[in-house]
Structures are given as structure tokens and as C-alpha cells.
């Protein structure tokens, strides 16, 4: 055949001039170290943002406006006494001071009791009367404290910038894309030092600092990337320790080892040269390229002593024979994982869209390092005592010789239906439990640290202490200029806030129209009779005058009024349930021009002066509302985008899948043997991460995709050792027993040995590394199996020996 003979031209070639080749392969791996010293750990807000959602649009149309999702929350909390004491407000002050100057911080957004945005506003006998919620003339006695406490409750800031017990305050801050001094993309984890160094100075025994937002979550992440490394190094010693049992030979371990850490090598390197960074979210990339290596070596490891063994050859034309049989299977392999990562590009998320770059560029370098520049080290390779090498590989395959026996049963009618009714109930399950897995967190806090981490401890103060909670969906209610005086658009902006407010996941709700209400009262004298919107524009007007638009509930057109709804935690079912709620209420409370006379919902709301109450009250004007901003809005344009993008994700690898194992193999029959165990695999890992409430997000959607790849890998393996031996007049239960003495035992081991590798990482600081260690445990494990024990019951029922035969004999023709 025409490929057969591209192979025999490529191993011509290869080995032929074999030394220049590997001098080649030093100089490209010297320089790409050096490349690689450069590699740098980048995160960006905007990468984990899917701009072209239509949350997003609306988020960055009012970003300037009304401030961004990407916020910063640092929290003083006094756990004995008040926080009316010289040494608080003086920690308040500094700590509001150095937030304010933390390069990259929007300085204009930055709030506190101190800054001149937050103020206050009350009705005298004289009028209107305001100011500084901290006023300049004021002093540390007990009489200035009682008048900051008394500014404080006119201001409305309990709650928000003060919690709801008087211990303790807050100051918000709002980072930019970049830093305007410099001009660079801002240091999200040199932020989260700076943030940390200042909980390390102004924290005390009596006065405790949480700190959140996404620079923080970075920095946690990133610095835990010194751990995560010290499992990485775990992982490797584990699978060097095993792979040195499994092959007797110390030459035989450092080889795969070390073509498989080049390939990683390379894989940094290229980024580099592309200008490309790692994310701290894209860390546990590098060990899967290098867990996919270290699976190929080992087969091409296995491939070079069978022939060593039963063949008797030398080094050199082991290493030929390994090369002509594992470069086709290996290649085919290699490119679907390749594919499989690249159809994630799909997901417009940049965070994604790099993590599939990083992953492609690293499986690439494998098809280079484990199946070119690993059979060529292998022809120098030489054993010092090949007589007790091969005695011990011997006694080896002998203990193992019973399994094989044993598993080539399967090949049987009888083993073959029991195999397939199993495989028909996991199907079954999978199918109905795989359902239940959320796109998006399915546990409060940050999801990628540990519950007791000191993120989610301060995070879980945060929302036990104040009234807004850190997860804040924003919608914009926007109408004609001057809206925020006619009552028809406060009313329904009220309204539809007071159901926001009463859906369950909602822990409070802020709106201009609240706010009007509160100020409304305050000229009555605090009645309550009067906490209401007034109907006639001018009395509107005067509750809306002493709100400055530095408040975010409104802008100089006094047109957009946003509503910010703060939620419970941001569980997926919690913004499902709020943004559903939203999306409803929007179009209950939404004002269409044309029916001037007609309220929402159909009932008239007009007077006899046509303007639907008191003479003097405004004309209705139009009024809808535009989701989304906050960091729910974030989390919901995430969520939308990689649920709609999961199906076609899922339809474009097992399309590349399916195509080339077609294309290797030449047979519909053939192929089902390897894809349908990869189908009950694949099924299955979305049953054990909703069992393990793990949820479909921009972390673990490369995972999940992983796990075709590493399937079909054994697969191909299996199947083609299996069908060469049938080609080559064997019976089906001989062949496969065959496949499973050469092939298959090389599966067996790397799962097994991967896995172990792996479950070290239960042990990491990073819920998200011990999620994702169990997770690459089931894939490797669970996929190896399917191989060796469903592919067989398949292949019983599918594959007809003589056909297989008669069709290898036409080709060779």
C-alpha cells in the first residue's frame, strides 16, 4: 500500500542518517530551553471573558459608567468592640490610602468611608444638607465618632461599605485592563502581593482583613504553582519508579522519560517564541503532554524489546521494526489528540482558546520527540548482559502470560455477551447520571482552592458580615435622558427590583429608586408612610437631586439607572434561577412608548389629565433592561457560551476521531471495535464529575476533551497489533492473546502507572488539581480498561477473521 511504502521511505531515511538527526534534535532542544527559561505565569480578567456574548457587550458599553466585574474587596473587621476607635479608623484610612495608590487600581472608583464619593444627605429645617461621610474637620473623640456613625446610617452604606453590626468596613476598588502609568497589561499576581502585603501590615490580633476579587484568586492559584510543581516532580519519580519495574533496564527508563520531558521542553519553548504565557488556570497542560509521551514511549519501549526477546534482533533493527510498526498507530493516535484539543478554539473565551493552543503545540512535539527521536536512541541502545535481560523479561512475561490467557477469553461468544451487558448498564447509567453535570461552580467560594483556604475563609466572612455579598449581577435600566425623574421608569425599575429582591439565591438589591425612596421619607420627617417614589416629576426630582451619580445608580444623562442584585453565592443553579428570573421580569416591567396608556401587564395607569396621576406627573417614556454586568454577569456569559459550545465541541472530536480511525484501519467494523469502548468511556466521565459535583467551566472543559484522546490512543494500539495478527492467518482468541502479550501489556502498565502518578495530587493545596487528579485517574484507568476488555466482546461480533484476511491479501497485490 501507498502509506506502507511512505513508512518504509521514512524509516529509510530516519535511520539512515540517524546521528545527524539526533544532533539535530540536541541543538533544537538546547535552544528551546533556553526559550523555555523565559516562560512567564500571566493571568488576565479579560481572557476568562467571553467578549462577544451579549452580556459582555452590554458589560464593557457601561464599564466606564458604572465600573466592572473585575473588583477588589478589602474587609477591617474588629472582633472585640465597635469600630468607632482611633486605632480602627486609622488602619481604615491607610489601608483605603494604599489600595488607592496599587498601580493599576481605577482610582476614581475606589470607595470607602474616607473617599469624597461616598457621601451622605439629610433634610434639615434650613433644606437639603450633605457632605463627606468622614467629614475633614473631623477628629478622633467620641463626638466626631457619634457624628460618623450618624453620617454613616444617612448615607445608606450599611451593609455595603459598613457591615450591619458596626464592626467593620470595607474599602472596593475597580482594576483597569492596564496600567495607565506604563501602559502593560496590569500583574494580577503582583497585585495580589501587594494586596497581601498589606493584610501582613495592618492585620492584628484584634483586627482581621479579608481580602477578595479576581487579582487575589490569581495570586492564590499561581503561588500554590510551587506545590503543584513538587506533585508534578511526585508524579514523575512515581512513573520512573514503575516504568523501571516494568522494563528491567535503567537506559530503558530514561529514554521515554526523557523524550517525553522534551516534548514539554518544546512545548514551552514554542509559546515563548509566539509570545504566549501560561495562565495559572492552563498549569496541569504541561503534565498531560508529558502523561501522553510517556504513554507512547512506553509502546514504542515494549515494541523495541519484543523484538529484542522473540526475535533475537540487535538494537538497531529492533528499533526499526518498533519504528515501521508504531509510527502509523502512534501518528493516528497523536493527531486525534491534536484535533481534539484544536476543536476547543471553538469556545470563544480567550483563557480556553490558549489552553487548546498550549495543548496542540504540546502533542505535536510528541509525534517528533516519542515516535522519531525515541526509536533512534534506541537503535544505539545496547544491554550489558543480554542473556539476562532477556531471561528476565521472559520470567515477566510468563507471570503475565495467565492474564492474557485468561483475558483472551473475551474473544469468545459466551465472555463477549456478559462483557457487552455490562457495558449496555454503565451505558445506562452514564447517560442518566451524565445529565446531572452543571456548566459552571456547583459549590460557593472559588471552586479551584480548598474550602478552608484563606480565600474562601474571607470570602465567607465577607458575605456573613455585610448585606451585598461578593457575587453581584448587574442590569441596566435604560430610557430616554432625564428618565431617572418620571415616575412610570422609577416605578417600574422599583418594582422589578422588588422582585429581584424576593427570588431565591438574592441577598439584597441596590437601585436608584430605593435610594429615592429613603431620601423621599427623610422630607417627611422618616415616615414611613412616605418611603414611596412621588408621582410628580418635580418632588421626584428633588428625592433623585442628592444622589451623585458616584453612587453607580445612575449617569450624567440620568438614562441608565443599574440594578445591582447581590446572590447567595454563585453556585450555576444560583445564576440560572436569578438570570432566569431577570430575563422574565425584564419583559414584565419593560415600557413601550406606543402604549403610553397601558402599564405593563395591561391595566391602565393613566388620570383624567392623561398622564397617569396628578397634574404635574411625567409622560411615560420607554424603559427596557439590558443584562448583563457584575461578576455574575461574567459567570452567565461564560456559562451560556460554553454550553452552547460543548455540543459541537463534542461532534468535531469524535468527528476527527471517527474519521481517522477510518482512515487507519479502512474498515466501518474496525473502527467500532476501537470508538464504541471510547463512547462508553467518554460517557461515563461526565456521570463520576457530576457525581463529584464538578461542573463543565474553562478549567476543566480541556480535561474533559482529554479524554477521548488518551482512549483512543489505546485503542488504536490494541486493535492494530490485533488485526496484524489475524492478517498473519491467527485465530481471533490467538491473536488477541498476542495483542495483549506485545500491545496490550504496555496499555495496562501505563494506565495503571499514570494513574498512580496522578492520585498524588489529592494530597495539592488545589481542590482543582485534586478534582482533576481524580479525574485523569478514571480517564486513564477506565480507558485502558475498555480497551483491553470491551474492544474484545466488540471485535467478536464485528470483526470477521477471513474477510480481514482476504482484504490484507488484496492489498499487498
Same mark, same amino acid.
Given at each position: 500500500?501507498?502509506?506502507?511504502?511512505?513508512?518504509?521511505?521514512?524509516?529509510?531515511?530516519?535511520?539512515?542518517?540517524?546521528?545527524?538527526?539526533?544532533?539535530?534534535?540536541?541543538?533544537?532542544?538546547?535552544?528551546?530551553? !533556553?526559550?523555555?527559561?523565559?516562560?512567564?505565569?500571566?493571568?488576565?480578567?479579560?481572557?476568562?471573558?467571553?467578549?462577544?456574548?451579549?452580556?459582555?457587550?452590554? !458589560?464593557?458599553?457601561?464599564?466606564?459608567?458604572?465600573?466592572?466585574?473585575?473588583?477588589?474587596?478589602?474587609?477591617? !473587621?474588629?472582633?472585640?468592640?465597635?469600630?468607632?476607635?482611633?486605632?480602627?479608623?486609622?488602619?481604615?484610612?491607610?489601608?483605603?490610602?494604599?489600595?488607592?495608590?496599587?498601580?493599576? $487600581?481605577?482610582?476614581?472608583?475606589?470607595?470607602?468611608?474616607?473617599?469624597?464619593?461616598?457621601?451622605?444627605?439629610?433634610?434639615?429645617?434650613?433644606?437639603?444638607?450633605?457632605?463627606?461621610?468622614?467629614?475633614?474637620?473631623?477628629?478622633?473623640?467620641?463626638?466626631?465618632?457619634?457624628?460618623?456613625?450618624?453620617?454613616?446610617?444617612?448615607?445608606?452604606? *450599611?451593609?455595603?461599605?459598613?457591615?450591619?453590626?458596626?464592626?467593620?468596613?470595607?474599602?472596593?476598588?475597580?482594576?483597569?485592563?492596564?496600567?495607565?502609568?506604563?501602559?502593560?497589561?496590569?500583574?494580577?499576581?503582583?497585585?495580589?502581593?501587594?494586596?497581601?502585603?498589606?493584610?501582613?501590615?495592618?492585620?492584628?490580633?484584634?483586627?482581621?482583613?479579608?481580602?477578595?476579587?479576581?487579582?487575589?484568586?490569581?495570586?492564590?492559584?499561581?503561588?500554590?504553582?510551587?506545590?503543584?510543581?513538587?506533585?508534578?516532580?511526585?508524579?514523575?519519580?512515581?512513573?520512573?519508579?514503575? #516504568?523501571?519495574?516494568?522494563?528491567?533496564?535503567?537506559?530503558?527508563?530514561?529514554?521515554?522519560?526523557?523524550?517525553? +520531558?522534551?516534548?514539554?521542553?518544546?512545548?514551552?519553548?514554542?509559546?515563548?517564541? /509566539?509570545?504566549?504565557?501560561?495562565?495559572?488556570?492552563?498549569?496541569?497542560?504541561?503534565?498531560?503532554?508529558?502523561? *501522553?509521551? $510517556?504513554?507512547?514511549?512506553?509502546?514504542?519501549? &515494549?515494541?523495541?524489546?519484543?523484538?529484542?526477546?522473540?526475535?533475537?534482533?540487535?538494537?538497531?533493527?529492533?528499533?526499526?521494526?518498533?519504528?515501521?510498526?508504531?509510527?502509523?498507530?502512534?501518528?493516528?493516535?497523536?493527531?486525534?489528540?491534536?484535533?481534539?484539543?484544536?476543536?476547543?478554539?471553538?469556545?470563544?473565551?480567550?483563557?480556553?482558546?490558549?489552553?487548546?493552543? %498550549?495543548?496542540?503545540?504540546?502533542?505535536?512535539?510528541?509525534?517528533?520527540?516519542?515516535?522519531?527521536?525515541?526509536?533512534?536512541? #534506541?537503535?544505539?541502545?545496547?544491554?550489558?548482559?543480554?542473556?539476562?535481560?532477556?531471561?528476565?523479561?521472559?520470567?515477566?512475561?510468563?507471570?503475565?502470560?495467565?492474564?492474557?490467557?485468561?483475558?483472551?477469553?473475551?474473544?469468545?461468544?459466551?465472555?463477549?455477551?456478559?462483557?457487552?451487558?455490562?457495558?449496555?448498564?454503565?451505558?445506562?447509567?452514564?447517560?442518566?447520571?451524565?445529565?446531572?453535570?452543571?456548566?459552571?461552580?456547583?459549590?460557593?467560594?472559588?471552586?479551584?482552592?480548598?474550602?478552608?483556604?484563606?480565600? =474562601?475563609?474571607? +470570602?465567607?466572612?465577607?458575605?456573613?458580615?455585610?448585606?451585598?455579598?461578593?457575587?453581584?449581577?448587574? *442590569?441596566?435600566?435604560?430610557?430616554?435622558?432625564?428618565?431617572?425623574?418620571?415616575?412610570?421608569?422609577?416605578?417600574?425599575?422599583?418594582?422589578?427590583?422588588?422582585?429581584?429582591?424576593?427570588?431565591?439565591?438574592?441577598?439584597?438589591?441596590?437601585?436608584?429608586?430605593?435610594?429615592?425612596?429613603?431620601? =423621599?421619607?427623610?422630607?417627611?420627617?422618616?415616615?414611613?408612610? !412616605?418611603?414611596?417614589?412621588?408621582? =410628580?416629576?418635580?418632588?421626584?426630582?428633588?428625592?433623585?437631586?442628592?444622589?451623585?451619580?458616584?453612587?453607580?445608580?445612575?449617569?450624567?444623562?440620568?438614562?441608565?439607572?443599574?440594578?445591582?442584585?447581590?446572590?447567595?453565592?454563585?453556585?450555576?443553579?444560583?445564576?440560572?434561577?436569578?438570570?432566569?428570573?431577570?430575563?422574565?421580569?425584564?419583559?414584565?416591567?419593560?415600557?413601550?412608548?406606543?402604549?403610553?396608556?397601558?402599564?405593563?401587564?395591561?391595566?391602565?395607569?393613566?388620570?383624567?389629565?392623561?398622564?397617569?396621576?396628578?397634574?404635574?406627573?411625567?409622560?411615560?417614556?420607554?424603559?427596557?433592561?439590558?443584562?448583563?454586568?457584575?461578576?455574575?454577569?461574567?459567570?452567565?456569559?461564560?456559562?451560556?457560551?460554553?454550553?452552547?459550545?460543548?455540543?459541537?465541541?463534542?461532534?468535531?472530536?469524535?468527528?476527527?476521531?471517527?474519521?481517522?480511525?477510518?482512515?487507519?484501519?479502512?474498515?466501518?467494523?474496525?473502527?467500532?471495535?476501537?470508538?464504541?469502548?471510547?463512547? #462508553?468511556?467518554?460517557?461515563?466521565?461526565? +456521570?463520576?464529575?457530576?457525581?463529584?459535583? %464538578?461542573?463543565?467551566?474553562?478549567?476543566?472543559?480541556?480535561?474533559?476533551?482529554?479524554?477521548?484522546?488518551?482512549?483512543?490512543?489505546?485503542?488504536?494500539? *490494541?486493535?492494530?497489533?490485533?488485526?496484524?495478527?489475524?492478517?498473519?492467518?491467527?485465530?481471533?482468541?490467538?491473536?488477541?492473546?498476542? +495483542?495483549?502479550?506485545?500491545?496490550?501489556?504496555?496499555?495496562?502498565?501505563?494506565?495503571?502507572?499514570?494513574?498512580?502518578?496522578?492520585?498524588?495530587?489529592?494530597?495539592?493545596?488545589?481542590?482543582?488539581?485534586?478534582?482533576?487528579?481524580?479525574? /485523569?485517574?478514571?480517564?486513564?484507568?477506565? &480507558?485502558?480498561?475498555?480497551?483491553?476488555?470491551?474492544?474484545?466482546?466488540?471485535?467478536?461480533?464485528?470483526?470477521?477473521?477471513?474477510?480481514?484476511?482476504?482484504?490484507?491479501?488484496?492489498?499487498?497485490?
Amino acid at each position: 500500500m501507498a502509506y506502507e511504502k511512505a513508512v518504509s521511505k521514512i524509516e529509510s531515511f530516519a535511520f539512515r542518517f540517524r546521528i545527524l538527526i539526533i544532533l539535530a534534535f540536541a541543538a533544537v532542544t538546547i535552544f528551546m530551553g !533556553y526559550m523555555a527559561t523565559h516562560t512567564r505565569i500571566e493571568a488576565g480578567f479579560q481572557k476568562m471573558v467571553p467578549l462577544q456574548h451579549p452580556y459582555m457587550q452590554t !458589560y464593557v458599553k457601561y464599564r466606564s459608567e458604572f465600573g466592572g466585574a473585575n473588583r477588589i474587596l478589602v474587609s477591617l !473587621y474588629q472582633k472585640k468592640g465597635d469600630m468607632f476607635n482611633k486605632t480602627f479608623f486609622n488602619e481604615l484610612q491607610e489601608v483605603t490610602n494604599a489600595v488607592f495608590f496599587i498601580p493599576g $487600581v481605577e482610582r476614581g472608583h475606589v470607595k470607602s468611608i474616607f473617599t469624597p464619593n461616598v457621601r451622605y444627605v439629610e433634610v434639615t429645617e434650613q433644606g437639603l444638607k450633605g457632605g463627606n461621610v468622614i467629614p475633614s474637620n473631623f477628629s478622633p473623640s467620641e463626638q466626631g465618632f457619634d457624628h460618623v456613625r450618624q453620617n454613616i446610617i444617612k448615607s445608606g452604606q *450599611i451593609g455595603r461599605l459598613v457591615t450591619n453590626d458596626f464592626h467593620g468596613a470595607m474599602v472596593q476598588a475597580e482594576l483597569l485592563d492596564r496600567n495607565p502609568d506604563t501602559g502593560k497589561k496590569i500583574d494580577y499576581i503582583k497585585i495580589a502581593h501587594e494586596l497581601r502585603h498589606i493584610r501582613e501590615k495592618y492585620q492584628t490580633p484584634n483586627i482581621r482583613i479579608h481580602i477578595i476579587g479576581f487579582a487575589m484568586e490569581t495570586g492564590d492559584i499561581a503561588d500554590a504553582t510551587g506545590a503543584v510543581m513538587r506533585f508534578f516532580a511526585i508524579s514523575f519519580l512515581v512513573t520512573a519508579l514503575l #516504568l523501571y519495574l516494568y522494563s528491567g533496564s535503567f537506559k530503558l527508563t530514561v529514554l521515554p522519560l526523557t523524550t517525553s +520531558a522534551t516534548a514539554v521542553l518544546w512545548m514551552f519553548g514554542i509559546l515563548n517564541l /509566539l509570545g504566549y504565557a501560561i495562565d495559572p488556570m492552563s498549569i496541569l497542560v504541561p503534565f498531560l503532554i508529558f502523561a *501522553i509521551g $510517556v504513554s507512547h514511549g512506553v509502546q514504542m519501549i &515494549n515494541g523495541w524489546m519484543q523484538d529484542i526477546l522473540e526475535a533475537g534482533h540487535t538494537g538497531l533493527d529492533a528499533a526499526r521494526g518498533a519504528f515501521r510498526r508504531l509510527l502509523v498507530p502512534g501518528s493516528t493516535a497523536l493527531i486525534t489528540d491534536t484535533l481534539g484539543f484544536a476543536t476547543i478554539v471553538l469556545i470563544n473565551i480567550k483563557m480556553i482558546q490558549d489552553t487548546a493552543l %498550549i495543548a496542540t503545540i504540546g502533542v505535536a512535539t510528541i509525534v517528533l520527540t516519542n515516535l522519531f527521536l525515541l526509536p533512534l536512541l #534506541l537503535s544505539f541502545t545496547k544491554m550489558r548482559n543480554l542473556e539476562l535481560f532477556r531471561e528476565r523479561q521472559r520470567r515477566r512475561n510468563d507471570f503475565g502470560d495467565r492474564i492474557w490467557r485468561r483475558l483472551s477469553a473475551l474473544t469468545d461468544r459466551g465472555p463477549a455477551v456478559v462483557a457487552l451487558l455490562i457495558a449496555v448498564a454503565l451505558l445506562g447509567f452514564g447517560l442518566v447520571e451524565g445529565q446531572q453535570v452543571k456548566i459552571g461552580d456547583q459549590k460557593p467560594g472559588v471552586p479551584e482552592l480548598r474550602e478552608n483556604s484563606q480565600y =474562601n475563609k474571607d +470570602a465567607r466572612a465577607i458575605v456573613d458580615h455585610y448585606a451585598i455579598g461578593v457575587d453581584v449581577l448587574t *442590569i441596566y435600566g435604560k430610557s430616554a435622558k432625564n428618565a431617572c425623574t418620571n415616575f412610570h421608569v422609577m416605578d417600574n425599575i422599583d418594582r422589578f427590583s422588588w422582585r429581584m429582591e424576593n427570588t431565591p439565591g438574592v441577598q439584597s438589591v441596590v437601585s436608584l429608586p430605593l435610594m429615592a425612596r429613603n431620601v =423621599n421619607a427623610q422630607y417627611h420627617e422618616g415616615l414611613p408612610a !412616605y418611603d414611596m417614589l412621588p408621582r =410628580n416629576n418635580y418632588v421626584l426630582a428633588q428625592s433623585i437631586y442628592p444622589i451623585d451619580t458616584s453612587s453607580g445608580l445612575l449617569n450624567n444623562s440620568c438614562n441608565v439607572m443599574p440594578v445591582y442584585v447581590y446572590l447567595t453565592d454563585h453556585k450555576a443553579s444560583t445564576i440560572d434561577t436569578v438570570v432566569n428570573a431577570a430575563k422574565r421580569l425584564r419583559k414584565d416591567y419593560a415600557i413601550q412608548v406606543a402604549s403610553q396608556g397601558t402599564k405593563a401587564g395591561g391595566k391602565s395607569d393613566q388620570g383624567k389629565d392623561g398622564s397617569g396621576g396628578l397634574k404635574g406627573s411625567s409622560k411615560k417614556m420607554p424603559l427596557h433592561f439590558e443584562l448583563a454586568g457584575g461578576s455574575v454577569g461574567v459567570m452567565a456569559a461564560t456559562n451560556d457560551v460554553i454550553s452552547a459550545a460543548q455540543f459541537p465541541i463534542q461532534m468535531w472530536i469524535w468527528g476527527a476521531v471517527i474519521f481517522l480511525t477510518l482512515l487507519t484501519f479502512r474498515s466501518l467494523r474496525s473502527s467500532l471495535c476501537v470508538l464504541l469502548p471510547l463512547a #462508553l468511556v467518554s460517557t461515563l466521565a461526565y +456521570a463520576v464529575m457530576a457525581l463529584m459535583n %464538578i461542573g463543565l467551566k474553562v478549567s476543566t472543559l480541556p480535561v474533559a476533551a482529554l479524554g477521548v484522546g488518551i482512549g483512543v490512543d489505546y485503542g488504536i494500539y *490494541i486493535f492494530s497489533m490485533f488485526q496484524a495478527y489475524i492478517e498473519d492467518g491467527q485465530d481471533m482468541r490467538t491473536a488477541y492473546y498476542n +495483542a495483549l502479550r506485545t500491545t496490550g501489556k504496555a496499555v495496562l502498565f501505563t494506565g495503571l502507572t499514570l494513574a498512580v502518578g496522578v492520585c498524588t495530587w489529592l494530597f495539592s493545596s488545589l481542590k482543582f488539581q485534586a478534582d482533576m487528579g481524580v479525574m /485523569l485517574a478514571y480517564m486513564f484507568v477506565v &480507558n485502558m480498561l475498555g480497551a483491553i476488555l470491551l474492544l474484545p466482546a466488540v471485535a467478536h461480533f464485528l470483526v470477521n477473521p477471513e474477510k480481514m484476511r482476504a482484504k490484507a491479501q488484496a492489498r499487498r497485490v
